[in-house]
C-alpha cells in the first residue's frame, strides 16, 4: 500500500484551507459592502465584519506564504 508523501498532505491541507479562507473572505466583502449600504450615519456595526475580513485576509496571506514553502 502507498502513502502520500507528507509534503503533499501539507500541501493539500494548504489549499484545502486556502479555498475555505477565500471563500469566506468574498462573503465578507459582500456581507459588509450590504452593511455600509444599508446602515444609517453614525451605525458601525459593520466595523465587526471589516475586522474578521482584515483578519481572513492576514491568514489567507500567511497561508500563501506557508504553501509556497511547502512546495
Do not use: K
Not at 479555498?19 to 459582500?30: F, N, S, V, Y
Not at 444599508?38 to 485576509?57: C, D, H, I, M, Y
Amino acid at each position: 500500500m502507498a502513502f502520500a508523501a507528507p509534503s503533499c498532505l501539507i500541501q493539500q491541507h494548504l489549499l484545502q484551507l486556502s479555498t475555505a479562507l477565500m471563500e469566506r473572505c468574498e462573503q465578507l466583502q459582500l456581507h459588509l459592502a450590504e452593511q455600509v449600504d444599508q446602515l444609517p450615519l453614525g451605525n458601525e456595526s459593520w466595523l465587526q465584519t471589516e475586522r474578521e475580513l482584515v483578519a481572513a485576509e492576514q491568514a489567507l496571506d500567511r497561508l500563501h506564504h506557508a504553501y509556497q514553502w511547502a512546495i
